[in-house]
């Protein structure tokens, strides 16, 4: 099991570029979530797929943001156009129907993004 | 609505010393999930329990423990004998249960344990 994987791990970019956030849950977990850790705000929750329809988006900030999963293996979390406040740790998670795990959700390691 | 707090922002011990970590919850939701997630330095979050809301017995897995207690809607973490690699940042979340999957998670806004030599 290669755990949840996210790339990049790292991203600067400038101020007006497209951002985009690659996340590929671990097979068998029907739901997926985007978060993003700040100093500020905590984690919060952006938003959340389950069996790869978006549930709850009431988390992305704003339209710059958007989220797609167009397969169980494959999510992506794009922002465009960026803005430095949109620095950040943005974290993929992904978990099995309840009571089939332990853990529930395993979290990717998190990409990076800071916006110049 | 959901909603966890970690009231202590930042805990300092020296180390061989116990530590509680305070985790109190909301929700209205009779059947939900509990979690402790530890975020070292390196930044990944690692998990560290689950506790659904209908098994009130506490658990004790090496120098970790957690005392569950819906009657103050608590979820209490507590490190006996700390060491100096225990110093993280330490989240308690929460999560509704649904029969297609995990419901979002809620965290709090975390508590940073800083355990000196």
């Known amino acids: 099991d290669a755990g949840v994987i996210q790339s990049p791990r790292h991203e600067v970019t400038e101020m007006g570029q497209e951002v985009t956030l690659r996340c590929k849950p671990i097979?068998?977990?029907?739901?997926l979530f985007w978060y993003r850790q700040t100093m500020m705000r905590g984690l919060e929750l952006l938003i959340y797929?389950?069996?790869?329809?978006?549930?709850?988006d009431s988390g992305m900030p704003e339209d710059r943001f958007s989220a797609k999963m167009p397969n169980a293996s494959f999510s992506t979390l794009k922002i465009q156009p960026s803005e430095p406040r949109d620095s950040a740790v943005y974290f993929c998670a992904s978990s099995r129907r309840q009571g089939e795990t332990t853990a529930g959700y395993t979290f990717g390691s998190g990409t990076r993004l800071t916006v110049v | 609505a959901q909603k966890v707090t970690q009231a202590q922002t930042e805990i300092s011990v020296v180390e061989k010393e116990d530590v509680t970590l305070d985790c109190v919850y909301e929700?209205?939701?009779?059947?939900?999930?509990l979690f402790w997630y530890k975020q070292p330095p390196s930044g990944e979050l690692v998990f560290l329990i689950r506790r659904n809301s209908f098994d009130e017995q506490n658990e004790i897995s090496g120098r970790y423990s957690w005392n569950f207690q819906k009657s103050t809607s608590s979820f209490n973490f507590t490190i006996t004998a700390s060491q100096v690699v225990d110093s993280a940042v330490y989240f308690c979340a929460l999560s509704e249960a649904m029969n297609t999957g995990f419901q979002k998670l809620v965290f709090g806004t975390g508590t940073r344990l800083l355990v000196s030599p």
């Open positions: 797929f389950n069996n790869n329809v978006p549930i709850d």
């Open positions: 929700t209205r939701d009779t059947t939900y999930y």
């Open positions: 097979s068998g977990h029907n739901s």
